[in-house]
């Protein structure tokens, strides 16, 4: 079933006819990662403009896995419920040498979550319903299509945005400008801003496959992942399950490939009927790419902001893309809401590049691994990889040393600013359990949060909302005990109490909004 690309209507802006006031942000990009950020801020009553050049969303499914972090902040935003009920789930994963299986690994292996490990869907799907999503909030958002950002300066405080629409050239002014156009950020350019990293030669071959029928020995949702297949001479491959009976397959083509002669029909069908055989098969959309990880030095200069892609790229492997830039915005939202509304000094806006470039160094750090592993440079190291692969088969150690992208994980915090104290738990995202008829990220993101679990009930402090829990269930009290976790709205513990001391609590509310050290 091929996704319908409505277009979306376009709107001849107010600033064509006369002046527009100030914006408290402009967000440049409608992709996932800028409309996110929109809903984000308008949940916590900022109003923003979105400008996008194009009226359709992203074709072809592009990315597609995304993970249990990123879709309990997808709840908080109001889709997650929606993306889990059309989405593939899956949580385990199978890695083969040939055609012989080397291990099977289990993402989540226990209970007591809402949502999974991760599921499959489709880009463009994300994509209409955050836009169905920002439609229920017109009062804060407001999205302009075939506004192109042609320019931008910043005049120290605000910034002035020049946008190109078929009906002419008119400009905005922004409190804040939020870069969200993705890799090839024209933003980013135009400032002339580094972007240094590592680029990969090789090229792999995406491919979108439409069956009724699956031509696999299960047709259970999981990531299958080939070393070497018989069906693909010494190179790697991977298979997806996605919504719609759609299979996302990637081929390793390597680096002297000719991307134009092998993104054709010509090339694409004998490789797929070489991987499912006689199954009837539609091609739904296909790409030849290769990658580079990089990233920008600061996130952050004086009133532009970057997100997502704009940021930081990383390779495919190990879909840490997508889930690093929604947890970009989960970072950023909170703490620019906190400026605007004059709740945190502007200086806590630093904390969102100290937090984000770490996230997406430990993420291209990552990335640059599994690329390495997944494509040996020499003979030398071919022959250290397949040794590994072969004892994988029997000997548990060496399943540890595989390599075909550590999945998205969210990093931790520890140490950095906004944190207090050295319990293990302080910096670390989230971790989610049953909490009466309903889940703790239900409760706990949003707004600064005080969980406290056991019979010592936490006192009130103004700008935090408690969530005592005297029984809590075994899942929660196996994964926190008792005490008290004082929570960020983004679901980061920044710290810990092994009693529900006022100051000691004021105090560190103080330093994770930047108030204090």
């Given at each position: 079933?091929?996704?319908?690309y409505?277009?979306?209507?376009?709107?001849?802006?107010?600033?064509?006819?006369?002046?527009?006031?100030?914006?408290?942000?402009?967000?440049v990009?409608?992709?996932?990662?800028?409309?996110a950020?929109?809903?984000?801020?308008?949940?916590q009553?900022?109003?923003?403009?979105?400008l996008?050049?194009?009226?359709?969303?992203?074709?072809?499914?592009?990315?597609?896995?995304?993970a249990?972090?990123?879709?309990e902040?997808?709840?908080?935003?109001?889709?997650?419920?929606?993306m889990?009920?059309?989405?593939?789930?899956?949580?385990?994963?199978?890695?083969?040498?040939g055609?012989?299986?080397?291990?099977s690994?289990?993402?989540?292996p226990?209970?007591?979550?809402?949502?999974?490990?991760?599921?499959?869907?489709?880009?463009?799907?994300?994509?209409?319903?955050?836009?169905?999503?920002?439609?229920?909030?017109?009062?804060?958002?407001?999205?302009?299509?075939?506004?192109?950002?042609?320019?931008?300066?910043?005049?120290?405080?605000?910034?002035?945005?020049?946008?190109?629409?078929?009906?002419?050239?008119?400009?905005?002014?922004?409190d804040?400008?939020?870069?969200?156009?993705?890799?090839a950020?024209?933003?980013?350019?135009?400032?002339?801003?580094?972007?240094e990293?590592?680029?990969?030669?090789?090229?792999?071959?995406?491919?979108?496959?439409?069956?009724?029928?699956?031509?696999?020995e299960?047709?259970?949702?999981?990531?299958?992942?080939?070393?070497?297949p018989p069906?693909?001479?010494?190179?790697?491959?991977?298979?997806?399950?996605?919504p719609?009976?759609i299979?996302?397959i990637?081929?390793?083509?390597?680096?002297?490939?000719?991307?134009?002669?092998?993104?054709?029909?010509?090339?694409?069908?004998?490789?797929?009927?070489a991987?499912?055989?006689?199954?009837?098969?539609?091609?739904?959309?296909?790409?030849?790419?290769?990658?580079?990880?990089?990233?920008?030095?600061?996130?952050?200069?004086?009133?532009?902001?970057?997100?997502?892609?704009?940021?930081?790229?990383?390779?495919?492997?190990g879909?840490?893309?997508?889930?690093?830039?929604?947890?970009?915005v989960?970072n950023?939202?909170?703490k620019l809401?906190?400026?605007?509304?004059?709740?945190?000094?502007v200086?806590?806006?630093?904390?969102?590049?100290?937090e984000?470039?770490?996230?997406?160094?430990?993420?291209?750090?990552?990335?640059?691994?599994?690329?390495n592993f997944?494509?040996?440079?020499?003979?030398?190291?071919?022959?250290f990889?397949?040794?590994?692969?072969?004892?994988?088969?029997?000997?548990?150690?060496?399943?540890?040393?595989?390599?075909?992208?550590?999945?998205?994980?969210?990093c931790?915090?520890?140490?950095?600013?906004?944190?207090?104290?050295?319990?293990p738990?302080?910096?670390?995202?989230?971790i989610?359990?049953?909490?009466?008829n309903?889940?703790?990220?239900?409760?706990?993101?949003?707004?600064?949060?005080?969980?406290?679990?056991?019979d010592?009930?936490?006192?009130?402090?103004?700008?935090?909302?408690?969530?005592?829990?005297?029984?809590?269930?075994?899942?929660?009290?196996?994964?926190?005990g008792?005490?008290?976790?004082?929570?960020?709205?983004?679901?980061?513990?920044?710290?810990?109490?092994?009693?529900?001391?006022?100051?000691?609590?004021?105090?560190?509310?103080?330093?994770?909004?930047?108030?204090?050290?």
């Amino acid at each position: 079933m091929a996704y319908d690309y409505t277009p979306f209507p376009y709107v001849a802006p107010p600033g064509l006819t006369e002046p527009e006031a100030r914006h408290p942000v402009v967000i440049v990009g409608a992709g996932p990662i800028g409309l996110a950020m929109a809903i984000d801020l308008a949940q916590q009553g900022v109003r923003s403009v979105v400008l996008d050049d194009n009226n359709v969303v992203s074709v072809g499914s592009r990315a597609i896995c995304w993970a249990k972090r990123t879709l309990e902040i997808f709840d908080r935003l109001g889709v997650g419920d929606r993306m889990l009920a059309k989405g593939v789930t899956w949580k385990v994963g199978r890695l083969f040498h040939g055609d012989k299986p080397v291990y099977s690994f289990d993402l989540l292996p226990e209970e007591g979550h809402k949502y999974p490990a991760f599921i499959n869907l489709q880009q463009y799907y994300v994509e209409q319903y955050l836009v169905e999503r920002a439609q229920e909030l017109p009062d804060l958002i407001d999205m302009r299509f075939l506004n192109k950002v042609t320019g931008h300066t910043d005049k120290g405080d605000h910034v002035v945005i020049d946008v190109e629409t078929p009906d002419g050239t008119y400009q905005l002014e922004a409190d804040y400008y939020i870069a969200a156009e993705g890799a090839a950020s024209p933003t980013r350019k135009r400032m002339n801003l580094p972007f240094e990293g590592q680029t990969f030669e090789e090229h792999f071959l995406i491919v979108d496959v439409e069956m009724q029928k699956s031509p696999f020995e299960s047709d259970s949702p999981e990531r299958w992942f080939w070393f070497a297949p018989p069906f693909h001479h010494g190179q790697s491959a991977l298979l997806h399950k996605q919504p719609d009976n759609i299979y996302r397959i990637d081929l390793q083509l390597g680096p002297d490939t000719d991307p134009k002669a092998e993104a054709t029909e010509e090339k694409v069908i004998p490789r797929i009927k070489a991987i499912v055989g006689d199954t009837p098969f539609r091609l739904d959309w296909m790409s030849v790419y290769k990658f580079r990880c990089a990233k920008l030095d600061n996130f952050v200069h004086n009133r532009v902001l970057f997100v997502g892609d704009s940021a930081h790229v990383v390779s495919p492997f190990g879909a840490r893309g997508g889930n690093g830039g929604i947890q970009d915005v989960d970072n950023l939202g909170w703490k620019l809401a906190a400026v605007l509304s004059g709740d945190a000094p502007v200086t806590l806006l630093d904390s969102y590049n100290e937090e984000r470039s770490h996230g997406s160094a430990e993420n291209i750090l990552n990335s640059s691994r599994a690329t390495n592993f997944m494509t040996p440079k020499s003979p030398i190291e071919a022959l250290f990889r397949n040794a590994v692969l072969d004892l994988a088969e029997t000997h548990p150690f060496a399943r540890k040393l595989i390599n075909s992208g550590r999945l998205s994980q969210p990093c931790s915090l520890h140490g950095k600013t906004l944190q207090s104290g050295d319990h293990p738990l302080v910096g670390q995202s989230l971790i989610d359990a049953p909490v009466g008829n309903g889940w703790l990220v239900e409760q706990a993101q949003g707004a600064f949060t005080l969980l406290s679990i056991g019979d010592d009930a936490a006192p009130d402090v103004e700008g935090i909302r408690t969530l005592h829990i005297a029984a809590p269930s075994p899942e929660l009290s196996r994964r926190y005990g008792a005490g008290h976790y004082l929570i960020r709205p983004d679901g980061h513990i920044c710290a810990c109490f092994g009693s529900a001391d006022r100051d000691q609590i004021t105090a560190a509310l103080a330093r994770a909004k930047g108030q204090s050290r």
